[in-house]
């Protein structure tokens, strides 16, 4: 598509309804980056201001993001991530109409570090499994989490884990029923490499991190994790 500057609509308004056609067409899917001022100037035949100014009205208009020194890209849809006293993400993404997905990215016992046994309330030098796993909703990542368990009373876990690809089903064939948040802590910060690239995002792109500790109906810790959030993809809300 071309802009026509004999229609009498001015051409910077042309060039947004032209980008707007193609991100409605899926020629630009959510997040993606689309071409540079210079390229988009050189496509319709007109200076950068011209295109800045499409642009401006598109991010106005809520289709696109402009991220200071990398790019212009499709704003994605945010995903209501709420956060509750039974907080069960395949729950969530289905209230939403979200087709909730995951897989295992590792699995491994280790001793436990001092944050982690602190949150387990564990002893020094206790044994923690740690299961990692990539959450999707409708085959978009969501976010990694690191879950943490006392390996001496789940020893079987990994292997549950692995039937069942549910924590609350393999708690639930261990013997704990039902859990419950006790905290939930949120922060910010840029992602690691691996975590940006699991998360389809760009390494300059914050994300959002939530550390939370579940309890038995006793109170006693079963988990504690760090889930690490896309910060364009989620927000994260509370609720009673």
């Known amino acids: 598509?071309?802009?026509d500057r004999s229609r009498g609509v001015a051409v910077w308004r042309q060039i947004a309804d032209i980008l707007k056609a193609e991100i409605v067409g899926a020629r630009?899917?959510?997040g993606a980056q689309l071409p540079t001022e210079n390229a988009m100037a050189s496509r319709f035949g007109v200076n950068r201001h011209t295109v800045r100014r499409a642009v401006a009205t598109l991010v106005e208009e809520g289709l696109l993001t402009v991220a200071q020194g990398r790019g212009t890209?499709?704003?994605e849809d945010v995903i209501d991530y709420a956060v509750r006293k039974r907080t069960r993400f395949s729950e969530i993404m289905s209230a939403q109409s979200r087709v909730p997905g995951g897989r295992l990215l590792m699995s491994r016992i280790v001793e436990g570090n001092e944050k982690t046994l602190d949150n387990l309330t564990l002893p020094p030098g206790a044994m923690v499994i740690q299961l990692r796993t990539l959450n999707e909703a409708d085959g978009r990542p969501v976010n990694i989490a690191d879950s943490y368990f006392?390996?001496?009373r789940f020893p079987n876990l990994i292997d549950v884990f692995r039937e069942t690809g549910s924590i609350s089903r393999t708690l639930a064939r261990l013997g704990v029923e039902d859990y419950t948040r006790k905290e939930t802590r949120v922060s910010a910060r840029l992602p690691k490499r691996e975590d940006a690239e699991?998360?389809?995002q760009a390494h300059t792109r914050p994300i959002m991190v939530c550390e939370n500790i579940?309890?038995?109906?006793?109170g006693r810790p079963v988990e504690f994790a760090i889930s690490r959030f896309a910060g364009d993809r989620v927000q994260v809300v509370f609720t009673p």
């Open 73 to 75: 890209f499709v704003r």
């Open 150 to 152: 006392c390996a001496r």
């Open 214 to 218: 579940n309890i038995d109906t006793t």
């Open 1 to 3: 598509m071309s802009v």
């Open 28 to 30: 630009y899917s959510a």
């Open 198 to 200: 699991y998360l389809r």
